[in-house]
C-alpha cells in the first residue's frame, strides 16, 4: 500500500549547493540508477509562474533541480540588479513544499571568479530588434549564464517560460548551436485573474500602477482577434498602442512576429504568428506576448 501524504509534518527543506564542487558531488548522487534530471532557472523570488514550471519539470523528469542566481551580467548599470526582489527564505520554504530535488545557488564570485573573461555573443532571435533593441546587454549575459548552469547541472530537460518569449528562443537556439545535449521546454504564461501575467517586478508597481498593467494582456487579446479577423496588422497593432499609452504606459514595443524566427511578418498566413510587448509604467518595465 502506497501512504498517503497527508502529514501535517512539515516538508523535508530541500537540499541548498553554493559551489560547483558540491553541485558535481550532489548530482553524481541524483543521477543515481540513472534518474533523469530537469533544471529549472530562476532569479529567485519565486511566484507561481515559476512554481508551474516546477510542475512542469517534476512531470518531464525524475529529479528536479531548481538554480537560483540573480545574473549581474545582463543587467545594465542604470537597471535593478541591486534592487531585484531576493526573497530567499520563502523560496526555500516553496521548493521544499514541491519536493525539489536540489536548490542551485551560487555566489557571484563562484559563478565569476577572478579573471573569468568569456562570454557568448548570440545572434538570430537574439537580434530580432525587441527586448535586445532596448537592453543590448541583456541575451548575452542570459546566453552566457545558461550555458554555464547547463553545463554545470547537465540535465536532461531545461524549463523556461513562454512569458520571456524571446528569452526561450535564444535560449534553445544556444544549446542547438553549442551541442548542449539538454532538451529546452517552454511552459505557458502564468497570470493573474485579471490577465496580468505574474512577475518578480509586478511588486514595483503602485496601486495606480497595478490597476492599469492588465491592459498589456488585454490589448495582446484584443489585437490578435482583430487579426485573426482579418484586420490589417499594422492598423491593430496602431490601436492597442494607443490604449497602453492611454492607461500610462511608455511603450517600448507593440510588434507581431514569426514565432519562430522572430522576424517582421506580413500575415497570419506566412506563419505562426506571436504579438511581444514590453513598456514601462512608472519605474517598472513589464513585458508580455501571446499567440495569434
Ligand atoms: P526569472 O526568475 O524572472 O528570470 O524567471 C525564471 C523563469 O520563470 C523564466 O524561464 C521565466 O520565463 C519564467 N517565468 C517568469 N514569469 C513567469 C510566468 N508568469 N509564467 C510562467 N513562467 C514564468
Redesign the pocket.
Known amino acids: 500500500m502506497t501512504r498517503r501524504s497527508t502529514s501535517p509534518q512539515k516538508p523535508r527543506k530541500v537540499p541548498v549547493v553554493r559551489t560547483v564542487a558540491a553541485l558535481r558531488r550532489a548530482m553524481t548522487r541524483l543521477r543515481a540508477k540513472g534518474a533523469t534530471v530537469a533544471l529549472?532557472?530562476?532569479?529567485?523570488?519565486?511566484?507561481?509562474?515559476?512554481l508551474?514550471?516546477v510542475r512542469l519539470a517534476q512531470r518531464r523528469a525524475r529529479r528536479v533541480v531548481v538554480s537560483?542566481f540573480v545574473n549581474p551580467s545582463q543587467f545594465a548599470p542604470n537597471e535593478d540588479f541591486s534592487s531585484y526582489p531576493r526573497t530567499w527564505n520563502d523560496d526555500v520554504s516553496a521548493l521544499s513544499a514541491l519536493k525539489v530535488d536540489l536548490v542551485w545557488a551560487p555566489s557571484v564570485r563562484e559563478m565569476y571568479p577572478d579573471g573569468f573573461a568569456a562570454r557568448i555573443e548570440p545572434g538570430g532571435a537574439a537580434k530580432a530588434g525587441l527586448e535586445d533593441a532596448f537592453r543590448p546587454h541583456f541575451f548575452g549575459g542570459v546566453a552566457t549564464v545558461v550555458a554555464k548552469l547547463l553545463l554545470q547541472v547537465g540535465p536532461d530537460v531545461a524549463?523556461?517560460?513562454?512569458?520571456?518569449f524571446q528569452?526561450?528562443k535564444v535560449v534553445t537556439a544556444m544549446a542547438r548551436d553549442l551541442d548542449i545535449p539538454a532538451k529546452i521546454i517552454g511552459?505557458?504564461?502564468?497570470?493573474e485573474k485579471d490577465g496580468l501575467?505574474?512577475?518578480?517586478?509586478n511588486a514595483y508597481l503602485s496601486q495606480g500602477e497595478r490597476a492599469a498593467a492588465p491592459t498589456l494582456y488585454r490589448v495582446l487579446k484584443d489585437c490578435a482577434a482583430h487579426i485573426k479577423g482579418g484586420r490589417p496588422i499594422v492598423d491593430a497593432l496602431a490601436v492597442g498602442r494607443a490604449q497602453i499609452e492611454r492607461v500610462g504606459f511608455a511603450i517600448d514595443y507593440l510588434e507581431a512576429r514569426h514565432a519562430e524566427t522572430l522576424a517582421p511578418i506580413a500575415s497570419p498566413k506566412d506563419g505562426p504568428m506571436r504579438l511581444l510587448v514590453a513598456a514601462k509604467i512608472g519605474r517598472t518595465r513589464l513585458i508580455d506576448n501571446i499567440a495569434v
Open positions: 529549472v532557472p530562476t532569479m529567485g523570488a519565486l511566484h507561481a509562474g515559476h508551474s514550471l537560483i524549463v523556461f517560460g513562454e512569458k520571456d528569452q526561450l511552459a505557458p504564461t502564468v497570470r501575467a505574474l512577475s518578480s517586478r
